[in-house]
């Protein structure tokens, strides 16, 4: 089977840096997405990772390390609007269907 | 315009009628996939398909079905519904390979009373 873990909360001031670690267990690993959802919304894609590092976009970083089934999701210079859950999501082949985890709630203040 | 729309965007409805939710897409993909989340959790696969001919059980496919109408029309039923099917229910499609990345529609919140 599969399985995902990740931090259900996470709290942080506004202006500083958080990491949303993901851990996964599956057969046939393909990479390794980032979604981000605010309250009930649809969720918005972020990021990828197919190969191990670091995947830099904006202000958002994903980082992968197959060897250890782990990945993280960098988040800097935090802002307000960046309080929401964000979901790590393991795909297996190039089949395109994807595992979500439970999500990580952030919570910024200011 | 939204590029994947989903109606109802609400419904609540009574144990054992059968409900249909449709989904629709203008990004041209082949994959559509139905989603459901309950709160606290993440999203959990119902069901997937990856051409109008190709429909696939996800984790979840008990007490629900689907139908490809077209490339762009992927629709979920629920033949009676239940209680513990109270949920939101997200479509969402995307394009072959590269990155997965998914696109996913507003929602639709169902209660079963």
């Known amino acids: 089977g599969q399985s995902l873990e990740q931090p259900s909360e996470v709290t942080a001031v506004e202006g500083a840096i958080v990491q949303i670690n993901c851990t996964y267990q599956?057969?046939?690993?393909?990479?390794l997405s980032w979604y981000q959802q605010h309250d009930g919304g649809a969720p918005t894609f972020l990021s990828y990772n197919a190969l191990d590092g670091l995947e830099e976009t904006g202000r958002f970083s994903s980082f992968l390390s197959r060897s250890d089934s782990y990945g993280y999701l960098l988040l800097q210079e935090l802002q307000m609007k960046d309080s929401a859950s964000y979901f790590c999501?393991?795909?297996?082949?190039?089949?395109?269907?994807?595992?979500f985890g439970d999500g990580t709630t952030l919570t910024v203040k200011p | 315009d939204a590029d994947v729309t989903q109606t109802p965007r609400n419904r609540i409805t009574k144990t054992g009628k059968r409900i249909m939710l449709e989904c629709s897409q203008t990004k041209g993909h082949d994959r559509m996939y139905w989603y459901r989340q309950d709160p606290g959790l993440g999203l959990r696969l119902i069901y997937y398909s990856f051409d109008v001919k190709d429909i696939n059980k996800g984790e979840i496919s008990d007490g629900y079905s689907v139908s490809r109408q077209a490339q762009a029309k992927f629709s979920l039923s629920l033949e009676s519904a239940i209680p513990n099917q109270t949920a939101l229910y997200f479509c969402a499609t995307s394009g072959a390979g590269g990155q997965n990345e998914q696109y996913f529609g507003p929602g639709t919140r169902l209660t079963v009373t």
């Open positions: 999501a393991v795909s297996r082949g190039n089949a395109g269907k994807s595992t």
């Open positions: 599956t057969s046939g690993f393909y990479g």
